[in-house]
C-alpha cells in the first residue's frame, strides 16, 4: 500500500540542478522535490509520495485529505 500526503509549498529552490521546495505538513518542514510538478508555486498544496512532490491539489481537498487521515488516525487508537 502506497500513501501520499498533502503539504503546503512554503519555499521554492534549485539544489544539485533539482526543483526541490520546503513542505509544511502542518508544522512540520521536509526538503521535497519538484521534479515531477513543474508548475507548483509558493502556496501551493502538493500531494508527497517518498519525497516527491507527485501533483498538485487545492487547499480544500488538501484539508479534506488530512482531515481523512486524521479520522483514521483517531479510529485505529480506539481499537
Known amino acids: 500500500m502506497c500513501l501520499a500526503i498533502p503539504g503546503k509549498i512554503t519555499s521554492i529552490y534549485t539544489k544539485d540542478s533539482l526543483h526541490m521546495a520546503k513542505i509544511d505538513f502542518g508544522g512540520i518542514v521536509k526538503e521535497i522535490c519538484l521534479e515531477y510538478t513543474p508548475a507548483a508555486k509558493i502556496g501551493d498544496y502538493a500531494l508527497i509520495h ?30
Open 50 to 79: 517518498v519525497g516527491f512532490a507527485i501533483s498538485l491539489m487545492d487547499e480544500e481537498e488538501a484539508q479534506e485529505t488530512l482531515k481523512l487521515i486524521k479520522d483514521i488516525s483517531e479510529f485505529e487508537s480506539e481499537l
